[in-house]
């Protein structure tokens, strides 16, 4: 009997020494990828750019006001040149903006956040709606924990559906 529990013994310890040198080796190359493969701030923002994203400095953001204005004018000038070329058109309306949104979901964010980030980003109007919503088709307790890309488009089953993992 004793020499079953000190072969045991023995092999616990020698797959011990084993994981851990695995580990230890393992780490090093990590910590050697890290180290070459960071990217300097304008080599990330030409490796986003050329994946099709914008990128956009602190200083080349403008406020939100100054957006709307801009957008109002530039409505303005639109709908002032759809009056000149023809007249039955007047009652279009403009494009509604479509936003794009990643919405990151962590553990134990609750309901009441995420509809208020959401409201944040303009993807819905009212956060009671989205909260009632989950609530009442038992969704509240089905959030998936992830990054979501959400549109101002979504109604809010849609959304409901992506942030439980039912629209897969």
């Given at each position: ?152 488009e979504m109604s809010i089953d849609e959304i409901a559906a992506t942030i439980t993992g039912q629209n897969d």
């Amino acid at each position: 009997m004793k020499q079953i529990l000190r072969s045991f013994a023995l092999g616990l310890l020698t797959a011990t020494v084993l994981l851990g040198v695995f580990y230890m080796l393992d780490n090093d190359k990590e910590l050697k990828d890290n180290q070459t493969g960071t990217l300097s701030t304008e080599e990330m923002k030409q490796e986003l750019e050329a994946q099709g994203y914008t990128v956009e400095g602190i200083a080349e953001q403008q406020p939100e006001e100054e957006n709307t204005a801009d957008q109002k004018q530039k409505d303005q000038d639109q709908e002032n040149d759809n009056e000149e070329t023809s007249p039955s058109e007047e009652q279009q309306t403009p494009p509604k903006e479509i936003r794009i949104y990643s919405l990151h979901i962590e553990s134990g964010m609750t309901i009441s956040e995420i509809a208020g980030v959401l409201a944040n980003a303009s993807i819905i109007e009212d956060e009671n709606a989205l909260i009632s919503f989950l609530n009442k088709n038992d969704y509240a307790t089905s959030i998936q924990i992830g990054t979501f890309e959400l549109t101002s488009e979504m109604s809010i089953d849609e959304i409901a559906a992506t942030i439980t993992g039912q629209n897969d």
